[in-house]
Nanobody
Framework: QVQLVESGGGLVQAGGSLRLSCAAT????????MGWYRQAPGKQRELVAI??????TNYADSVKGRFTISRDNVWTMYLQMSSLKPEDTAVYYC?????????WGKGTLVTVSS
């Protein structure tokens, strides 16, 4: 079992920056990959970025060059978001994959005003 808690969301103007954090507890040494997903109102949840245990990363095309995913230890993950756009407005969820099982945080709201 892995528990995930996100923080760092809020209201920001277009062009601004925010950093999201995700703290993992529980069976953290079994985590194969962690990632950020987002869900905008009326839309499906989508992958934003993922970082694997070996350090490799992938990003959605819509955030490449603007967002950076990182981990500073086994249990903390970040999403640095820059040049934010109104279309980045969504609830952002932290995800962890443990032996093909997905664990989710409760989400943190990011609102980008134009």
């Amino acid at each position: 079992q892995v528990q995930l808690v996100e923080s760092g969301g809020g209201l920001v103007q277009a062009g601004g920056s925010l950093r999201l954090s995700c703290a993992a507890t529980g069976s953290i040494f079994s985590i194969n990959a962690m990632g950020w997903y987002r869900q905008a109102p009326g839309k499906q949840r989508e992958l934003v970025a993922i970082i694997r245990s070996g350090g490799s990363t992938n990003y959605a095309d819509s955030v490449k060059g603007r967002f950076t995913i990182s981990r500073d230890n086994v249990w903390t993950m970040y999403l640095q978001m820059s040049s934010l756009k109104p279309e980045d407005t969504a609830v952002y969820y932290c995800n962890a994959v443990v032996q093909a099982l997905n664990y989710w945080g409760k989400g943190t709201l990011v609102t980008v005003s134009s």
